[in-house]
């Protein structure tokens, strides 16, 4: 039997389970609930006047005792109360909402609320308001729209962000404050996902999980982050999928793909399913490797909730994603050097490349509200990913030395050759978990409680080698050739996981907030048990809206996932061990007038204690770890940022980031010979920069309206990130003193929205059908810099070795259309 078939029936295999395991628990819960004739229940949710969902409002039902508070989806629900009643909406900054309201005792009582930002009267009027209140940054969705991305993931928004570090277009890959790839979490719902572990290239990369059509609510910490959420070092992408308010339909085709999302709601439920397309075979031509490009990437993502009783709810959801990429390659001409050196590389290749991805996910949430202030969640998901990558390239080359820049100048061969890469590499994922949260509300606390069990099951079958040969032009298998990096493994990893966390987040009083809880791990692959405390304080002096300052301090654990397992060359350590941090976070957040605008500045100053850690190489998106060895080090750093609305309803960033992170890498050592007749000299290399050692990073993006037609747009797209280390492949850490230059990039798009109700003229038929249909214009790397990715690595006839640029995606022109249906 074919491994995707295998691994998909383990999937449908298990997705039974859990729908039998969901059809009893609802029955038991079902026939155990009566229903008054007297009493009612009502819920709903609560959002500001800007549509963010709001946690924390006090809902209560005055002249009673019944009273809870919105969790973190906005929602609340309120059982066995009176037919009439007036209910109270408050939250501190936003004013008070009281509703009179008339319920029906034979069915559900919805009533979703808008709470307005608190106003006071002074010399002219000014709206406040308050901060989160955490360590996350709320991020808007429906900003995606206007964003001009090569990529096509909404997670390329993310790489704007104070910390994060970013130098490939293509990718939705991300490092922060000095992690790598590995070290961030992405939840959906509560439920964490999982991604592709085989990548190399970013242009392999499917697109990226979150769909933004369908998000409603996205927070993203770059650190200091609480102990619900797992067990990484850096950063939480948290996004909430919620209830539509009313019907959508929504739409957009481009040069590089298209999408489509409808969201239906019902009195007791909601639906949402979405799909989208990427090909961007056309990006990929323009880059130095010429050849015939054939990519197609999507995704299809569907939610379904249901209020089976007042008190139960049931929700599913399902993603498939698939992307495959052949590359039939052509030539190879390269530039590269200084002015005065110029050095050029030419190859002729031959063979294929192909790369396919497949993953399938579904998770089933039900969440039982024993009453006002207590529930309870289960939560139950699986993954599958199938990974195949096949390759077949031989490369003629000639490298040789120009003089000048001049186009006729000649110049000395410094070497020709041949290489050849061959891969045959199979992986199969299948992570399947269960978690039961519960949650209770008092007065002046919140508690958070959880439980989880979870399984991997990885099989990776690893055949691969690189074939070089710099004598001429042989075909492999000659005397001529060398083979490096030859890896041919079987590995078969079953790992089961347990975890926990307690957390109680307390309100002081109006301006002192207190969050504090603890995480715990084991896993039968290290045998460790892991603990980790974190808390944190938010406080607010005079009670002001316009000043936070935030402290956070923690322990942060990451138990190896297969990737980390497996070494250099492709074998699995058993002595692998977890790695360990202790993050120390101040930070404090000002609002404040100026530049005719209302402005927030944020400023956070961290400390990472890296007390143990596993050694890495990066090569492009490729994370190769030395598990045999282990170092300790450090991070540490300033993130600046400074965001207003300059033109209506478009808010502009600016972000500037400092950070440094080095390792000691235990035991390692080399010689070096002092001189005839001398014992060699033992070198300790001691501190080395990390691989995501990026020093400086700097990025705007900055929205406008034209002044005399405000309904046309300008988004600037602006991102700098300093020189990176890097080195031979196979070599040891302390050879990597080479740089992969800085990251220089400026993207642009200019729209216009024919449905603005602002236009002068709107067309009688968009007005009609369209709540809103824009044009987008968009011009990627405006500048048309030469950005590395990645080097190959040559060696002349001289054994001198060089690197040659592997440069990222040249000037792009692209134009989008995205549409949304009137509700009707």
Do not use: C
């Not at 000002?590 to 500045?601: M, Q």
């Not at 609305?645 to 035991?667: G, H, P, V, Y």
């Amino acid at each position: 039997m074919k491994p995707e078939v295998r691994i998909f029936n383990r999937l449908k295999f298990h997705s039974l389970s859990v729908f039998r395991f969901v059809i009893l628990i609802t029955a038991l819960l079902y026939n155990s609930t009566a229903y008054s004739q007297t009493v009612a229940t009502v819920k709903g949710t609560v959002r500001s006047s800007k549509g963010e969902l709001l946690s924390g409002v006090t809902v209560q039902v005055k002249g009673s005792k019944s009273i809870t508070q919105t969790d973190r989806e906005g929602f609340y629900i309120i059982n066995s109360v009176p037919l009439n009643i007036s209910l109270s909406f408050s939250r501190l900054g936003y004013k008070t909402l009281t509703l009179e309201l008339g319920l029906l005792a034979t069915r559900e009582n919805t009533q979703d609320v808008e709470l307005s930002f608190e106003v006071q009267s002074l010399d002219e009027i000014n709206i406040r308001e308050k901060f989160n209140g955490s360590n996350f940054k709320i991020i808007e969705p429906k900003e995606f729209a206007a964003y001009p991305s090569s990529s096509g993931s909404f997670e390329s928004l993310i790489k704007n962000m104070p910390g994060v570090s970013a130098n490939n277009e293509l990718s939705s890959q991300y490092s922060v404050r000095g992690g790598n790839f590995d070290e961030n979490l992405l939840y959906l719902n509560d439920v964490e996902i999982f991604r592709p572990l085989t990548i190399t290239k970013g242009q392999q990369e499917n697109l990226g999980f979150v769909n933004p059509d369908m998000a409603s609510n996205v927070k993203f910490s770059a650190g200091g982050f609480e102990a619900r959420y797992g067990d990484k070092l850096s950063s939480v992408l948290d996004v909430r999928y919620s209830r539509p308010d009313t019907f959508s339909l929504e739409a957009s085709a481009s040069f590089l793909g298209s999408s489509a999302t409808v969201k239906v709601p019902f009195p007791n439920s909601y639906i949402m399913a979405g799909f989208r397309i990427k090909e961007n075979q056309d990006l990929l031509e323009r880059q130095n490797l010429t050849g015939n490009y054939t990519s197609k990437f999507s995704d299809y993502q569907i939610l379904y909730n249901q209020d089976i009783t007042p008190k139960l709810n049931f929700s599913l959801f399902a993603n498939y994603n698939i992307g495959k990429l052949d590359v039939v390659p052509g030539q190879r001409d390269t530039d590269f050097g200084t002015s005065d050196e110029v050095l050029k590389l030419f190859v002729n290749y031959d063979g294929r490349e192909s790369t396919q991805l497949e993953s399938a996910m579904g998770a089933l949430t039900l969440a039982y509200n024993f009453s006002n202030i207590s529930s309870v969640k289960l939560i139950s998901s699986f993954t599958g990913i199938s990974e195949a990558e096949d390759t077949d390239f031989l490369g003629l080359y000639t490298f040789d030395e120009r003089d000048g820049l001049g186009a006729t100048n000649g110049g000395s061969l410094l070497g020709r050759g041949s290489q050849y890469d061959y891969s045959r590499n199979r992986l199969e994922s299948l992570i399947y978990n269960s978690e039961l949260r519960f949650y209770q509300q008092y007065r002046k606390s919140f508690l958070e409680m959880g439980f989880k069990i979870q399984n991997d099951q990885i099989k990776d079958n690893i055949n691969e080698y690189i074939g070089l040969d710099t004598t001429g032009f042989s075909r492999p298998g000659s005397a001529n050739w060398a083979y490096t990096e030859v890896i041919k493994e079987q590995n078969d990893v079953n790992v089961r996981r347990i975890n926990a966390f307690f957390q109680n987040t307390f309100s002081i009083n109006s301006y002192l907030t207190f969050v504090a809880g603890i995480r715990a791990n084991y896993n039968s692959f290290t045998k460790e048990i892991l603990v980790s405390p974190r808390f944190s304080f938010m406080y607010y002096p005079d009670n002001s809206d316009d000043l936070l300052l935030r402290f956070s301090a923690g322990a942060y654990s990451q138990a190896p996932y297969y990737r980390e397992l497996r070494n250099y060359n492709g074998t699995i350590n058993p002595d692998s061990r977890a790695q360990h941090s202790y993050q120390f976070l101040g930070a404090m957040d000002r609002k404040f007038d100026g530049l005719g605008t209302r402005l927030t500045l944020t400023s956070e100053l961290y400390y990472k204690l890296l007390s143990r850690l596993t050694p890495y190489k990066t090569e492009d998106l490729k994370v190769r770890y030395f598990s045999d060895q282990q170092s300790k080090g450090y991070a540490t750093g300033l993130d600046l940022s400074l965001s207003g609305t300059f033109a209506k309803e478009l808010e502009s960033t600016f972000r500037l980031s400092f950070m440094k992170t080095e390792e000691d890498i235990l035991n390692d050592q080399y010689t070096v010979s002092v001189g005839p007749g001398l014992p060699n000299k033992v070198i300790k290399p001691g501190y080395l920069k990390r691989p995501s050692d990026q020093r400086v990073n700097f990025g705007i993006l900055f929205q406008d309206r034209l002044l005399q037609n405000p309904t046309y747009k300008v988004h600037l797209n602006l991102l700098f990130a300093s020189s990176l280390p890097t080195g031979p492949p196979g070599s040891q850490r302390y050879e990597d003193v080479f740089k992969i230059p800085a990251y220089k990039r400026v993207d642009i798009g200019f729209s216009k929205d024919f449905a603005d109700p602002d236009s002068r003229v709107i067309s009688p038929f968009i007005k009609k059908y369209f709540q809103s249909l824009s044009a987008h214009v968009e011009i990627f790397n405006l500048l048309n810099n030469k950005n590395t990715a990645s080097y190959l690595w040559l060696t002349d006839v001289k054994a001198v070795q060089y690197a040659v640029p592997n440069y990222l995606t040249f000037r792009k022109f692209n134009f989008r259309v995205i549409a949304q249906l009137k509700s009707r």
